[in-house]
């Protein structure tokens, strides 16, 4: 089997574009601040995994990008569409994450990429009840077509579409997103 590479999806931390539900507690320039920490840990956590990573990038050039994360990744824009749209056409065989998840470590990564070995699909709840990660190594498009993204509701119905097409996937350990101010408490390291 290919070795799966890690895509992360990635938005320019321009002030007031991103983290946009942290700006009531950190101001735009303090949310833009956070998110390009996360950022800069995501992208170098899955580099020091070994695997080969790629950044999906929206919101800016990929000299910027470039400039901001080094030469470590390969840069892809994202293209038009919702997420579900974006994530449809990442080509399998690939781990793909955001970018707000700071309890993604090297072995994570590591672990997901073997379990691709023995399954189709492998997922990673996140607290909030979306997913941090997900990997295939075949085409499951199905999983993004129509549903309510950014929702408690999200690795429940992922669940279920995979149940359906009789798709057993391996399951990460859950881990937290940085969504709101209170989501930092145990991540003093990334406040501005």
């Not at 699909?121 to 990660?133: E, K, R, S, W």
């Not at 579409?161 to 350990?173: D, G, I, K, S």
């Amino acid at each position: 089997m290919a070795i799966p590479r890690i895509v992360i999806f990635a938005r320019l931390p321009a002030p007031g574009e991103c983290k946009t539900r942290l700006i009531p507690e950190y101001g735009p320039d303090g949310a833009a601040a956070i998110y390009t920490s996360l950022l800069r840990h995501t992208v170098d956590q899955a580099l020091e995994s070994g695997l080969p990573v790629e950044v999906r990038t929206t919101g800016g050039s990929e000299a910027e990008f470039r400039e901001l994360l080094g030469d470590g990744p390969t840069f892809v824009a994202q293209g038009d569409g919702d997420l579900g749209a974006k994530l449809a056409r990442v080509e399998y065989p690939a781990l793909v994450v955001g970018s707000d998840c700071p309890g993604v470590i090297p072995n994570l990564f590591v672990a997901a990429a073997t379990a691709l070995a023995e399954r189709d699909v492998v997922i990673g709840p996140a607290t909030d009840g979306g997913y941090y990660l997900i990997g295939f190594n075949r085409d499951v498009s199905f999983l993004f077509d129509d549903i309510e993204w950014s929702t408690d509701g999200v690795f429940a119905e992922t669940m279920a579409r995979l149940a359906r097409a009789q798709v057993a996937p391996a399951v990460l350990p859950e881990l937290a997103d940085i969504d709101e101010p209170e989501d930092l408490v145990d991540w003093p390291e990334f406040h501005p």
